[in-house]
């Protein structure tokens, strides 16, 4: 039996959850340096959801992350590339091509030679998601990955 309390529940929920995800993109964009360090935190943490990853895609998510990979402080570096990592992750095949159109591919691949421990952890894993798709590997390649 539909229970319209219920649902009304599941879809204000999902509204509280699209609200926390445009809020945590705009901060990853242009936060102070701390909020942008909590904020692709948060993101890593929403990315392991399929609905979320959809929509950190869709609310503009993807760039900002490739840029906190790229020349994040250290801790940014580490949520961005296992943000990145959970977005790749699994059958969601449009994120994977975002996230090498976002120029991703280098700065994960950079991460994976050259950075701490957990970078290259979540960066490896980030890559090996990403190589699924043909395309993406030859850029990996090409990127000295």
Avoid: C, F
């Amino acid at each position: 039996m539909w229970n319209g309390n219920s649902r009304n529940g599941n879809s204000r929920k999902r509204r509280r959850e699209l609200g926390v995800i445009k809020t945590h993109v705009a901060l990853a964009r242009s936060g102070t340096r701390v909020q942008r360090g909590y904020a692709a935190a948060a993101l890593q943490n929403l990315a392991t959801n399929a609905d979320n990853k959809v929509a950190i895609a869709q609310a503009g998510g993807i760039p900002p992350l490739v840029a906190l990979a790229r020349s994040g402080t250290d801790e940014h570096k580490e949520h961005a590339a296992a943000a990145l990592r959970n977005l790749a992750r699994g059958t969601n095949a449009d994120n994977k091509v975002a996230i090498a159109r976002a120029g991703g591919i280098e700065p994960l691949v950079a991460l994976a030679r050259s950075g701490t421990e957990e970078h290259k952890e979540h960066a490896a894993g980030a890559l090996l998601s990403l190589a699924v798709n043909a395309d993406n590997r030859v850029a990996i390649a090409r990127a000295g990955g």
